[in-house]
């Protein structure tokens, strides 16, 4: 693996920019002036959630079908399946921008078509967009995530696969239905979350793999913000120091946790800084397209992708500059706050700024395990297919190591 070279006139633009990063508010992280926080955490016994992948060639994509289905049979035996159960794929569907912003329209066409064959019923398929694009009050109304699905590309791919287009504010603000995280949890007030997960046997998450100027990384634990309403997005974005346990907690609502069968996770691109909407586009010669019936899991494998992407398929321009906003991200998320809901007076609280560091302290995920009742034993992963440099596997087993 080589990282990618940069000329003098990166060189000199990247210097300038660590100056002006250095005049930003200072953090303090976990990884960078405390001890691991996840060292203290017990291992559960018996605990070793698996994760199923396969290498997609750039450039191939046409060939890959087959791997999707190689994927899906290595990670669950659709045991839970009936024929003609209704099932709910949720998009990561922040912006109308095109994968890897949104989910992947290729990867969605293959796995509509596989559960078809599986002999699901009716396959809906949806997400309600970000407050910045698509914010539904009860007495005013500003964008549509439809819209927003159409230009990333994916509506004409759920359409042409025989799937139904589902989102969430079109059914009305009064349509949602309130609940709360089974267990101890952080919610203050109740969660209002789309009825739909009342009206489908199954769900299934659908991210990608990106970085978040405010999160760090958006995979599937932070894909559940879509099934908010937006009171709701204002509690959690406005809950300080939460935040992060706040939207890990969302899929631990019953009527999620009860349903959700599968994450799919497609990094054939992955969005390297900034995020959730733009930033830098990695396209390593060797994506990976993965599987997983555990939320951890797959976080901790997204975070392996992206760190490894980062590292190696990211310019040191980049990453000397864009890769560093993420020290903004409690400045960005008060702005954002203050810019959608400041006529209700909500005070925002800074949070802790998490910078990379050992994945398992990431605190979405810290909360996910202290839930849970301890860390695990391993992250298992099975490659149905092979590649080239072994040296990209055992550098992600090193970051995956506990």
């Known amino acids: 693996m080589e990282s990618k070279k940069i000329n003098r006139r990166e060189f000199l633009g990247a210097s300038a920019a660590f100056a002006c990063t250095a005049m930003l508010p200072s953090v303090v992280t976990a990884s960078e002036d405390t001890e691991s926080p996840s060292k203290d955490l017990p291992f559960l016994k018996g605990y070793q959630p698996g994760v199923s992948c396969a290498w997609v060639r750039k450039g191939q994509q046409e060939k890959s079908p087959g791997l999707i289905s190689d994927i899906l049979e290595s990670t669950t035996d659709f045991s839970w399946l009936s024929r003609g159960d209704k099932i709910l794929i949720k998009l990561a569907l922040n912006s109308g921008n095109e994968f ?14 596989i559960l ?32 927003l699905c159409q230009s990333a590309g994916l509506l004409p791919v759920i359409e042409e696969s025989g799937a139904t287009p589902v989102f969430f504010e ?36 659908m991210p990608r793999v990106s970085s978040h100027i405010m999160g760090e990384l958006t995979s599937g634990l932070k894909l559940g913000v879509g ?38 996770t497609s990094g054939r ?56 906003v993420s020290r903004l991200g409690s400045f960005v998320n008060k702005r954002f706050v203050k ?20 994945m398992y302290d990431h605190p979405a995920i810290m909360n996910f395990m202290k839930r849970k009742g301890g860390k695990p034993e391993s992250i298992r992963w099975k490659q149905v297919n092979g590649i080239p440099d072994k040296s990209i596997p055992e550098y992600m087993n090193q970051l995956m190591k506990i």
């Open 100 to 113: 890897p912003a949104t989910s992947d329209p290729r990867v969605l066409a293959q796995v509509v078509r």
């Open 116 to 147: 078809k064959s599986k002999g699901a019923g009716e396959v809906l398929v949806g997400d309600q967009s970000g407050v910045e694009a698509v914010h539904w009050k009860k007495d005013s109304k500003r964008g549509s995530s439809r819209e």
């Open 170 to 205: 079109e059914a009305g603000y009064d349509s949602y239905i309130q609940t709360s995280p089974t267990g101890t949890h952080h919610w203050e007030t109740p969660i209002w979350i789309s009825s739909l997960v009342n009206q489908v046997d199954h769900i299934i998450l």
């Open 227 to 264: 099934f908010l309403r937006e009171d709701s997005r204002r509690d959690f974005h406005s809950g300080g120091e939460i935040f992060f346990a706040m939207y890990e907690e969302i899929a631990q609502v019953p009527e999620i946790s009860s349903k959700l069968r599968l994450t799919i």
């Open 269 to 324: 691109k992955v969005l390297t800084t900034i995020g959730p909407d733009f930033g830098d586009v990695a396209e390593p010669e060797y994506g990976l397209v993965f599987a997983s019936e555990d939320l951890l899991a797959n976080e901790i494998f997204s975070y392996a992708w992206l760190t490894w992407n980062r590292e190696f398929e990211t310019s040191f321009f980049a990453k000397a500059t864009k890769g560093n």
């Open 339 to 358: 810019k959608f809901w400041s006529a209700e007076g909500v005070d925002v609280a800074d949070f802790q700024v998490f910078r990379p560091g050992n």
